[in-house]
């Protein structure tokens, strides 16, 4: 479960004050994939910022699985955050100077699992994933749909409660984009994640179990839903 109440968060910088977040409030049940669609600049990436710890509420609260993210001590934020959360980024943001297969494997090194298991687990996502021969490619080597697939197989290897994806697709045709999605949200499903993302295409919102949109920092149901 992923609880969001009266989220508010505000940014000040020399060009004014930003209100990014205006009181959010939502309930995403476990194994859920939701989707949230918004403009630019509508509060899209600070909400997921919000829902994984990244990024800290001005006031309001974020649970996951009955956990107050924000009075985690900094610790025991980041061994939650090791463990249970999952994030694939616009670009992937894969790790240069690793393989394919290291770059997967990461996260379940960070939490010590065992080699052998280790090693089972990436090859099999990379199988899943259509990657099978590229374990020692690197990153340079892929093309951007495959730079994306390396990046949900990464943030799923650790088998995390909450996947969140800020805006996955964005730099994917729609084709590509939307069998990424099917994809993600076929691998989160197997493991009982619940998964979050942001985006503007709406065939990749209609994948969604659940679907809302965010306008000017308030949260709507989206139309059709």
Known sequence: MVECRSVT?????????????????????PGTAAAIAGKSG??????????????WPDSGQVFVNGIDLHTLPQRGLSLFLRRDMGFVFQFGNLLS????????AFPLKLNNIPKLELERR???????IGLA???????????????QRVAVARALAHRPKLLLADEPTASLDSAT?????????????????????????????????QRLHIRDGMLQEHPGQ
């Open 133 to 147: 021969g590229a374990g020692p490619a690197l990153a340079h080597e892929l093309s951007g749909g495959e730079v």
């Open 122 to 128: 990436t090859q099999e996502l990379l199988e899943r």
């Open 9 to 29: 968060k505000t940014y000040h910088s020399g060009r004014g004050t930003l209100q990014a977040l205006r009181g959010i409030s939502l309930a995403i049940a």
């Open 177 to 209: 984009g939307t069998s990424l999605v099917r994809l993600m949200f076929e691998l989160g499903r197997e493991s009982g994640c619940t998964m979050v993302l942001s985006t503007h295409d709406s065939e990749v919102m209609d994948l969604a179990d």
């Open 97 to 104: 100077y690793l393989t394919v297969f290291e770059n997967i």
């Open 42 to 55: 509508s509060g899209k990436t600070t909400l997921l910022n919000c829902m994984g710890g990244l990024d």
